[in-house]
């Protein structure tokens, strides 16, 4: 790969680096993209879901909008596009919004525009609850399986909530990846990796549908990306 290096000065040289020297940047996994610099011109500009990465091939998998296949491409050609949101009541835009508490996908800029919105996002909320689930991230799991997350810890350090389990509520979005089968322990996390616990088929009357869910929309069916809550007393609150 060829690598840019810039140097204390602020000098800049290009060298060759063998992919195995080279830390991939898992910051991009999740995230959405735009395709460039592809010998394949009808494929510049396309933008798609990043998903895992091709550790021997180099190359992220990225499943772009309107096809359910996954395509191999460098990270060269990928650039992470700017999360740049509209506020759902007044159409204003903006990178960083409060979302509503209820379905944690919706925007809004301001208080006011909450409440004002608010009549015309109930029915379209009511609807986007419909496959909410509530968890709980120490019981829901393998029994003796470390739970943690980081919200109610001022140092940004993951601590485990089975010993605090009174944190900071705090909407994420959380990574689920399924098993080979059917039968086997369901992983969440976020991006930080700062919450990470487990959901299994005895423990959670969900586990199947959450399963199914991941299985028909997820990428290369077998992971999801969801919207979620963290609730002040350790539960997970999650759509999907």
Same mark, same amino acid.
């Given at each position: 790969?060829?690598?840019?290096?810039?140097?204390?000065?602020?000098?800049?040289?290009?060298?060759?680096?063998?992919?195995?020297?080279?830390?991939?940047?898992?910051?991009?996994?999740?995230?959405?993209?735009?395709?460039?610099?592809?010998?394949?011109?009808?494929?510049?500009? %396309?933008?798609?879901?990043?998903?895992?990465?091709?550790?021997?091939?180099?190359?992220?998998?990225?499943?772009?909008?309107?096809?359910?296949?996954?395509?191999?491409?460098?990270?060269?050609?990928?650039?992470?596009?700017?999360?740049?949101?509209?506020?759902?009541?007044?159409?204003?835009?903006?990178?960083? @919004?409060?979302?509503?508490?209820?379905?944690?996908?919706?925007?809004?800029?301001?208080?006011?525009?909450?409440?004002?919105?608010?009549?015309?996002?109930?029915?379209?909320?009511? %609807?986007?609850?419909?496959?909410?689930?509530?968890?709980?991230?120490?019981?829901?799991?393998?029994?003796?399986?470390?739970?943690?997350?980081?919200?109610?810890?001022?140092?940004?350090?993951? @601590?485990?909530?089975?010993?605090?389990?009174?944190?900071?509520?705090?909407?994420?979005?959380?990574?689920?990846?399924?098993?080979?089968?059917?039968?086997?322990?369901?992983?969440?996390?976020?991006?930080? %990796?700062?919450?990470?616990? @487990?959901?299994?088929?005895?423990?959670?009357?969900?586990?199947?549908?959450?399963?199914?869910?991941?299985?028909?929309?997820?990428?290369?069916?077998?992971?999801?990306?969801?919207?979620? %809550?963290?609730?002040?007393?350790?539960?997970?609150?999650?759509?999907?």
């Amino acid at each position: 790969y060829a690598v840019t290096i810039t140097d204390d000065h602020g000098n800049t040289q290009q060298v060759l680096i063998a992919l195995k020297n080279l830390r991939v940047n898992r910051g991009l996994e999740g995230q959405r993209v735009v395709l460039k610099g592809l010998s394949k011109q009808d494929l510049n500009g %396309r933008q798609g879901l990043v998903g895992i990465f091709h550790e021997e091939r180099g190359r992220w998998l990225v499943t772009l909008d309107g096809d359910s296949e996954s395509i191999a491409v460098k990270p060269a050609n990928l650039e992470e596009l700017q999360h740049l949101h509209a506020c759902t009541h007044c159409g204003a835009t903006a990178t960083k @919004m409060s979302k509503c508490q209820k379905c944690f996908k919706s925007r809004f800029c301001s208080t006011a525009c909450v409440q004002q919105g608010w009549p015309a996002h109930k029915a379209e909320c009511q %609807r986007s609850r419909e496959g909410q689930v509530t968890l709980d991230p120490r019981t829901c799991g393998p029994p003796d399986t470390p739970v943690f997350h980081s919200f109610s810890d001022p140092s940004g350090k993951r @601590m485990d909530i089975s010993d605090n389990p009174v944190g900071k509520s705090k909407t994420t979005v959380l990574k689920i990846s399924t098993p080979v089968s059917k039968e086997g322990n369901l992983l969440v996390y976020n991006q930080k %990796r700062d919450v990470y616990f @487990m959901i299994a088929p005895q423990q959670c009357a969900q586990h199947g549908a959450i399963f199914q869910s991941i299985t028909d929309n997820g990428v290369i069916g077998r992971k999801g990306y969801f919207p979620a %809550r963290i609730a002040r007393d350790g539960t997970v609150i999650i759509n999907y």
